[in-house]
């Protein structure tokens, strides 16, 4: 995988953390079992064995089934629903490295379209319609295709100012720093941030909402990973911010504020 598609490189790294919990294994293989995909016992409960062989096997009626399968899993809520979208995501990332290299152009960065289409996949892998159960993977991609689009074409149509939302300030490097560390290890740990950053203020709220909405399903980990890199990108700009930094700050913006709404109402 080339040097600049950190993206990707981010997304093998957090799936060995993900891959290294047994109990994920277990869990996925048994949701393929309870559909009636494959028999008890037939499939490995090795994560990375598991994904590797339903990705790879060339047969479109399972890949419909198995993937119908996760996607049900994936609409409901909590951590099993964001494992069920993650593993999703893994068994298309051959497909999102293309699609992010047919939406560049020479304005885009490889790695800024790659963010948006990650995360455009985690939110299509969520709200997928299961009545649409035949080549399920193709209209997977299309969805993300025509979501990816369409941010795309959000960011270069307008600039959005993030201090809409917060107020950053030099010390806002520590929250990115405290995110980084505890949050974006492994989605099933994003509460333990809301419940050990002892920050007080703007940031202790902004570690707390990244936390609520990956814990909730509400911000899938990518784009989450997407908001950090933005704040550290501003801690540490001394001079004016370059377009492709606009349209980062634009894009986080529209990533949060759906989620900071849902978290008013659920307060």
């Known amino acids: 995988m080339g040097a600049t598609q ?3 490189v981010g997304l093998d790294v957090e799936w060995a953390l993900v891959c290294a919990t047994p109990a994920n294994g277990a869990l996925v293989r048994g949701w393929i079992e309870e559909a009636c995909v494959a028999a008890a016992g037939e499939l490995s409960q090795e994560l990375r064995e598991l ?12 890949s419909d089934r198995w993937l119908i399968a996760l996607l049900d899993r994936a609409a409901g809520e909590g951590q099993e629903a964001q494992l069920a979208a993650r593993v999703i995501v893994q068994a298309m990332v051959p497909g999102m490295v293309r699609l ?3 939406l560049l152009t020479p304005r885009r960065d490889f790695d800024d379209v790659a ?20 080549k399920v993977a193709a209209n997977v991609m299309l969805e993300t295709l025509h979501l990816a689009t369409r941010e795309l074409g959000a960011d270069e149509a307008r600039a959005v100012r993030l201090d809409d939302l917060w107020d950053l300030s030099a010390s806002d490097e520590d929250v990115a720093d405290r995110v980084a560390q505890d949050l974006l290890i492994e ?3 994003a509460q333990q941030v809301a419940n050990t950053a002892e920050l007080d203020g703007a940031q ?4 707390a909402l990244l936390a609520w ?3 909730h399903g509400s911000l899938p980990l990518e784009q989450a990973r997407s908001v950090v890199i933005v704040i550290r990108e501003e801690a540490e700009r001394t001079g004016a911010a370059t377009p492709a930094a606009r349209k980062r700050r634009s894009r986080a913006v529209r990533w949060l504020r759906p ?6 109402r659920a307060a």
Do not use: N
């Not at 989620?259 to 008013?264: K, L, M, R």
């Open 51 to 62: 994904v590797a062989y339903l990705a790879g096997r060339r047969d479109a009626a399972f």
């Open 204 to 207: 202790g709220e902004l570690v």
């Open 187 to 189: 989605r099933g740990q």
């Open 213 to 215: 909405g990956v814990d």
């Open 100 to 102: 992010t290299q047919s």
């Open 115 to 134: 963010q948006v289409v990650v995360g455009c996949l985690y939110v299509v892998a969520r709200t997928f319609p299961l009545r649409r159960r035949a």
């Open 259 to 264: 989620v900071a709404a849902e978290w008013v």
């Open 6 to 8: 950190r993206v990707f």
